[in-house]
């Protein structure tokens, strides 16, 4: 795969992935694989983590949640703007190696502020995971296929929670936890060596129907644009608000299924992870094929199927919460993880489309901003204080009092995502009529 096949130039009548796309999405989708193992391992061991470290929940939520969320964010704004100016491939390379070896500290620290400062080193090097990853994909594939493409990078975070829960839980089993973070961070560091020789940067655009401007954007220019248009701005508050319900449930579903379901270690090692991996993964490859598939019709579509999935979501996920074992409660967990999901590619694939090539970094860092900071900050923070709120009362199922209040953020996000639909609808019309 030569720099020269990658920036030779198509006619959009003949735009085909370029060269080497689909090794190139295997090695980014690993890495994402890796960047959501890092981010979710501190969930998946949490019982261990807490028997030896003596941290309550709303100190798991706010490590898990506000405490990483306030870096990863608001550094993902500047890498965005890096990275759009730069090599977009070296500073996802430096970003995966810093991640992982936080990571690696992680499995190294004595007291809970060891911890925390670890944590917070990992959202550091994981605000220049995605964001880049994304606009890599975007100039390797045209766009007609780029949400299928996006759906299967976006298979990185089930895929990663269920190697995270299999063999994170396995190795803790065996070992301890800290082996767990120690030997992944490990991973993580040869994982951007790979990706710093065989990962090549894709001229920007040249995939897209209209030639693409050789010229950076502008930083404050590309953040007004992005917030002034209401289609952008729903899509990033509506799937900020339902991650609150998927960070909340990721971050907090091992210690609730192993403490008040009554599931061991082992068990969560084999069954749980082949349901976040078959469901999650199912439910964003689905969205990803939908979107495409639909979205030529009408780009509302890519509202529409994220409203549909989680209004379905819904009773399962009262379901779960009340099983009385885990069995049922995992059986019930199987819609919720499957339709939770359908918000991600059509999110990530309507900003990508919506905005020039040489903005969709920063693009995609701003829609991760909104996301995060409300889903990933509020979810296990708000969870985890919940729990710690309902223990007084309830002190044999804190956690299951706690899920029931996630309910409502599912009727909020269906909401938002119809009034995103309203939005497309009117500039379709306003597009059509000029």
Known sequence: MT?????????????????????????????????FLD????????????????????QLGLIGGLYFALFYCTLAIPVGWLADRTNRVKVLSLACALWSAA?????????????????????????????????IISDYFPPGRRGTALGLFNLGPPIGQALGVAFGASIAAAYSWRTAFVTIGIVGIVTAAIVFLFVREPKRGRLDPAPATAEPALFWETCRMFFARPVLALVALASGITQIV??????????????EKGMTLEEVAIWYALLVGIGCGGGIYLSG?????????????????????LTLAIPFFIGFVWAPGWPLALAFLAGPMCLNYFYLSPAVALVQQEVRPNQRVL????LLLVMNLIGLGLGPTYLGAMSDWFRTDFPDNSLQMAFYTLVP??????????????????EEQSGAAS
């Open 3 to 35: 720099d020269a096949a990658i920036a030779a130039p198509l006619t959009v009548a003949a735009a085909r992935p370029a060269r080497g796309a689909w090794l190139v999405l295997a090695i980014l989708c690993f890495v994402y694989v890796l960047n």
């Open 39 to 58: 981010r979710q391992l501190l969930s998946i061991l949490a019982k261990p983590i807490q028997d030896d470290l003596s941290v309550t929940d709303g």
């Open 103 to 135: 990571t690696a500290a992680c499995g190294m620290a004595a007291n809970y502020p060891q911890l925390v400062l670890a944590r917070m080193t990992v959202g550091i090097g994981e605000a220049g995971g995605v964001p880049p990853s994304y606009a």
């Open 246 to 259: 998927t960070y909340a449930t990721l971050n907090f579903t091992t210690l609730f299924l192993m403490r």
């Open 289 to 309: 094929r939908l979107v495409d598939l639909f979205g030529q019709r009408s780009k509302r579509a890519y509202a529409y199927i994220p409203a549909v999935g």
């Open 363 to 366: 693009s995609g860092a701003l």
């Open 409 to 426: 953020f599912y009727l909020v996000a269906v909401l938002l995502f119809l009034a995103l639909a309203r939005a497309i609808g009117r």
